[in-house]
Structure formats: C-alpha cells, structure tokens
C-alpha cells in the first residue's frame, strides 16, 4: 500500500524558517510528479508548489521567493523549505503523488509570535 510520511511541522515565529519533508513508500518514486498542498482552518486546500520527474518546480504567488520545493529519489524524499513564514502561511500542510488521491496525514505549520 502506497504510504506518504510528512514531517517537520511545529510551532514558528513571523520571519522564521522550517523544512518539511515527506517521505514515499512507493516503488519508482523518481517518476512520480510531487506537489506539497496547504489547508488553513476554514478554507479550501491549496496547491502550494509542485515538482516534477525532471526537478522543474512550479509554486502558488503568494510563496514564490519564500518556499522551495525539492526531492531526494534516492530517499523517496520531497522537500518543502519554508522562509520568511507569516501568519498566513499558517495551516496544515499535506504532500501528494500528482494526479492521485494519495494524501499523507498533514503536518501542522503555525506561525505566530
């Protein structure tokens, strides 16, 4: 059974930084597209950067310059580091196989003073 492993959420002030990552059990994970989506208490799941077998990365506006996404395929590994976080940034974070229902359990990112 197809498993996604996220990590390395927590508690993070206006302007710091963390690195999440979330880990495939997955046969031939280098040829999977991965993408890291957000949800926020009371709104809808958002894609926030997406990378595919090739490395070519695509994020959402409102992280651009801020977050960068990469993968380790000899780890079955995606990445999401994360600077200069705001409090909107606040929410729970997912990774996803692109184009599957595949979900990993989410793990919490809270930015506040």
């Known amino acids: 059974q197809v498993q996604l492993a996220e990590s390395g959420g927590g508690l993070v002030q206006p302007g710091g930084s963390l690195r999440l990552s979330c880990e495939a059990s997955?046969?031939?994970?280098?040829?999977?597209?991965m993408g890291w989506f957000r949800q926020a208490p009371g709104k809808q799941r958002e894609l926030v950067a997406r990378?595919?077998?090739?490395?070519?990365?695509n994020y959402v506006d409102s992280v651009k310059g801020r977050f960068t996404i990469s993968r380790d395929n000899d780890k079955n590994t995606v990445y999401l580091q994360m600077n200069s976080l705001k409090a909107e940034d606040t929410a729970v974070y997912y990774c996803?196989?692109?184009?599957?229902?595949?979900w990993g359990q989410g793990t919490l990112v809270t930015v506040s003073s």
């Open positions: 996803n196989i692109w184009g599957t229902e595949v």
């Open positions: 997955i046969s031939g994970f280098s040829f999977y597209a």
């Open positions: 990378i595919n077998q090739e490395s070519t990365t």
